[in-house]
């Protein structure tokens, strides 16, 4: 079920980015996606983790979007 919910959003995301392909390049959003196999939030710094240093993932989450919701 994990596994279907987290296809779901990718592919929703993806959907979502199709609408921007047609802009100026001057208008279309930066989007990136990090998929990590067995890499839990616990382990990042930008999450409050201090397994690993993680320095350029906390730069990209500094200036970004993080997504916060943890109940998948």
């Not at 929703?12 to 990590?36: C, H, K, M, W």
Request: hydrophobic content about 45%.
């Amino acid at each position: 079920m994990k596994m279907l919910v987290n296809c779901v959003f990718l592919m929703t995301a993806f959907v979502g980015s199709l609408q921007y392909s047609r802009a100026d390049a001057g208008e279309r959003p930066n989007i990136l996606i990090i998929l990590a196999d067995d890499v839990g939030r616990e382990v990042l710094e930008c999450y409050g983790g201090s397994s690993y240093d993680t320095p350029n993932l906390n730069q990209l989450a500094a200036s970004g979007a993080m997504l916060e919701q943890s109940d998948f």
